[in-house]
């Protein structure tokens, strides 16, 4: 008897599911951004319709809020991809954070 899925999705191949997480991963960071730099709220977020199913994916809990980590993460992330206006807008919402 094959094995049941108890996922809403069918299974994934490997190169699939590695698509999948960047896909989340660069959501997250977006969606970070937005918020931390006001141009979302997480309500409006959560409001939001993707392609992947997941509206509010933030790289960190907003129930807690950021920090000076979240803020230096997301500028090396962005570093990376060459966004630099965005990094220095975080860069300055960093050194007013601290």
Do not use: W
């Not at 509010?56 to 966004?83: V, W």
């Amino acid at each position: 008897m094959p094995e049941e899925n108890d996922d809403l999705q069918p299974e994934l191949t490997e190169s699939e599911r590695i698509h999948m997480e960047q896909i989340m991963v660069e959501k997250a960071f977006e969606n970070s951004y937005k918020v931390i730099t006001k141009r979302k709220t997480f309500e409006e977020l959560i409001d939001t319709k993707t392609s992947i199913g997941t509206r509010a994916i933030l790289i960190y809990d907003p129930s807690e809020g950021y920090d000076e980590f979240t803020l230096e993460d997301m500028i090396d992330y962005f570093e990376e991809d060459e966004e630099y206006e965005k990094c220095a807008e975080l860069k300055k919402i960093l050194d007013n954070y601290v």
